[in-house]
């Protein structure tokens, strides 16, 4: 086998991984049972002055913890928030932290909104209790070590994430404001009230 053909070989061979593992490989979580048992913890913020992030003015609209099932992460570069928001983590808790109920569901990230669908055609759980316990949080580091600790999130890890709901805004732009209730996305597929979370610390309780 010549040079050329070894090239043309590992090139065909890279294709077919990583054809395998974006289209093919489906992980599904190994666990039964509710995982995690609590909701989102939602207190009113003390100061609720705006401070300047970036090019942008963050306002604090209640001090939040979220605990969860990683269902997905998503990575933005080129969308009018990313320089201060890179990534959507969305969680799971309560029924929707089921492994028998997540390995029934698909999940898909667009536009900033997470799409969700039975795999076969009925759902696991009622719909609604889907979307109340299930989260798409468009995460704002605090610093360069949470910025870390949040690429480093996989799915299926049991994750914290600390910090305030908040609303951004910059000139030119209409503001970026959080959801405040966990039940406010139209529901049927789409969740859309998503929360926009400045977090300042993030915790890995449990990685599988």
Known sequence: MNRTNI????IFLLMAVVFYFGFVYEKKADWRGIIVKQEPIQKVTKNKIPFKYKKFFITPLADYSITGVVISTKRYFFDSV???????????W????????LNEMKFKHRRRCLLYAPKKDYWPILEKDIRTSLSNNHCIPANKNVKKKL???????????????VSAEK?????????LSRSDGPGWGELVGCEIIYVTDVEILERK
């Open 171 to 179: 000139p030119g732009m209409l503001p970026w404001t959080s959801s």
């Open 94 to 101: 309560k029924k929707m932290s089921m492994a028998d109920v």
């Open 82 to 92: 990313s320089s201060i928001s890179p990534i959507d983590v969305a969680l799971a």
């Open 7 to 10: 090239q043309l070989f590992l």
């Open 151 to 165: 690429f480093k999130i996989k799915q299926y890890d049991v994750v914290t994430l600390k910090g305030m709901l």
